[in-house]
């Protein structure tokens, strides 16, 4: 299936909740509405035949005020390629887990909720992965700072400024 | 609540349940995980029921401390993802970020890169075969298999100055041709390394200690594999003939003749067996790229400071441990917005729970052990 038809079946289906959609290096990629990602995940998987799921990352998109949870998912059948983007308010984080479809999602999901602070519901298992189950904050938010960080060399922002967060 | 609070109200509960099953902590320090991890298993008896891997001992944010550096200031910590196959690590981020930059690879060093790989998949297979008969207290293996590593490791030394973190990859293709004679070298190497291979297998193929150990053990179904997104050798045990080198071609692997060797029944057997047959296969790739290797540059006129178109890619190449993914998001600047890398062993490593359960613990060591974890690139 080639990615425009994988596009065009999708929003066929989902239309309404797509935001942006494009075909890019043969590659269909595709921003959506964070309320359907399980629905759109599942057409995904067993109406599109893409059954594998590469890869699941957070972003934090600090200037806009939101969070992205990114999908890269394939197939072992044939060549096609998909990147979905689920975006949600950064202060209220919440997605539905997609564990239900695939058994790598698990520790994906826990290593995004452990080091971006994003929740997925009806997660069988949401708790910290990586780092100690006591560690207060999201490293990998913009917005995080730790006195520990070697400043990037020509970077504008002033070093030392030292902003631990309180909560967790 | 703190681990060892967790652990102790998990005992608790489980004690209540039932007297004859009891949680036993595996690691971290334990000889078998290569590094540090904790299995927690719930034993029944002999029997394992259960397994909860706890990782992050060595997590050091490497995605974080990508986010804070140039592009081309992320080749050496990639180094230090999977310390036993580094110019795989280099190699992935490399073509991730050509191919989100748009830049061409010369072809004397595209060939460079598939020969120095496949040598580099000969030298992890090769470390993974020797710790693995430790493992299953076969010793003669591990100082054979160390001997013929440690000439691949010369090898890569006499190119890059370096054992291990070699850092010798860069966008748009080399940091250095190979020295003189150096081809000559690897093909002698080849010479010796050729017939070393049924001998490895005088020890552990033919061996029916070997075979009885692990036939059996561990079995991980095709559908779980899929569903656990596992790759590389766990996923071609279950039968699943599936290799990026030969799927989704990147570099100039469409070029080469090899086979993708695959397994049956998806046992602990089946992954040793798919590792010792992709040595040969690599063996053949290595053969075919010496003689067709053309002279000229091995690097792509490229500018000092790199920026990225805004954009983002997931790229992915066949390590020796399976799919090795970057997912990079570019905001423009001349560092990632957003860097995430997709490490074969930690999604191999999430099927364990499913592979674990119903076998002995004696078994459990022989299971981890063919998954064939690092855990530098688990916690990254």
Redesign the interface.
């Known amino acids: 299936m080639t990615a425009e038809e994988i596009l065009q079946q999708i929003r066929a289906r989902f239309g309404s909740e797509i935001r942006t959609s494009e075909v890019r290096r043969g590659e269909a990629t595709l921003t959506i509405k964070a309320d359907q990602n399980f629905e759109i995940c599942r057409f995904i998987k067993e109406e599109l035949g893409l059954e594998y799921l590469n890869c699941l990352s957070g972003v934090d998109w600090v200037g806009e005020n939101e969070m992205e949870v990114a999908y890269a998912i394939s197939s072992l059948r044939q060549p096609g390629k998909i990147i979905l983007r689920a975006r949600v308010p950064r202060d209220e984080p919440v997605l539905r887990s997609v564990v239900p479809l695939w058994g790598t999602a698990n520790w994906h999901e826990r290593e995004a909720f452990d080091l971006l602070g994003i929740r997925f519901e009806n997660h069988p298992d949401l708790r910290r992965i990586l780092l100690p189950e006591d560690w207060i904050g999201h490293p990998l938010r913009k917005d995080y700072q730790d006195e520990r960080f070697v400043p990037y060399p020509w970077d504008d922002r002033k070093p030392g400024t030292v902003v631990r967060p309180t909560t967790a | 609540?703190?681990?060892v609070n967790?652990h102790l109200q998990q005992v608790k509960e489980q004690t209540a349940e039932s007297m004859e099953e009891m949680w036993v902590n595996m690691g971290p320090q334990h000889p078998s995980t290569h590094g540090v991890l904790r299995l927690l298993i719930k034993l029944d008896g002999e029997v394992v029921r259960e397994c909860i891997p706890y990782?992050?001992y060595m997590?050091r944010?490497h995605?974080?401390i990508g986010?804070?550096?140039?592009y081309v200031q992320i080749i050496p910590y990639t180094d230090r993802l999977d310390y036993l196959a580094s110019m795989y690590n280099n190699w992935a981020y490399c073509l991730a970020c050509e191919?989100l930059m748009g830049i061409p690879i010369p072809e004397r060093a595209e060939y460079l890169r598939v020969l120095i790989g496949e040598l580099q998949r000969i030298a992890s297979h090769l470390i993974w075969l020797g710790t693995f008969g430790l493992d299953l207290g076969n010793f003669t293996l591990f100082m054979w298999c160390f001997r013929e590593r440690e000439m691949i490791l010369d090898l890569f030394e006499a190119v890059s100055g370096q054992r291990l973190n070699y850092s010798f990859m860069r966008i748009g293709g080399l940091a250095l041709d190979v020295p003189e004679g150096w081809l000559g070298d690897v093909k002698a190497f080849l010479q010796w390394f050729k017939p070393r291979l049924p001998e490895y297998d005088r020890l552990s193929t033919d061996n029916i200690i070997w075979q009885k150990r692990i036939q059996g053990v561990g079995i991980l179904t095709p559908e779980?594999a899929?569903?656990?997104?596992c790759s590389g050798p766990v996923l071609r045990g279950s039968g699943?003939r599936?290799d990026l080198r030969k799927?989704?071609p990147y570099g100039i692997y469409d070029r080469f003749e090899f086979d993708i060797p695959v397994g049956t029944s998806g046992d602990v057997w089946d992954r040793f067996w798919v590792r010792r047959q992709e040595m040969d296969q690599s063996v053949r790739i290595v053969e075919q790229a010496l003689t067709e290797i053309p002279p000229g540059p091995v690097l792509a006129p490229v500018a000092k400071k790199l920026r990225a178109p805004v954009?983002?890619?997931?790229s992915?190449v066949e390590s020796p441990r399976g799919?090795l993914?970057d997912?990079i998001?570019a905001d423009g600047s001349e560092?990632p917005?957003?860097y995430?890398v997709?490490a074969p062993t930690?999604?191999n490593l999430?099927?364990l729970p499913?592979m674990l359960p119903g076998y002995l613990v004696a078994d459990a060591v022989a299971v981890l052990g063919s998954v064939d974890i690092v855990l530098c690139e688990v916690?990254?």
């Open positions: 609540m703190t681990t967790l990782m992050g997590h944010c995605e974080k986010e804070n550096r140039a191919r779980d899929v569903s656990y997104a699943i599936w799927n989704d954009g983002d890619i997931y992915r799919e993914g997912y998001v560092k917005y957003r995430k997709r930690f999604v999430s099927a499913v916690d990254r």
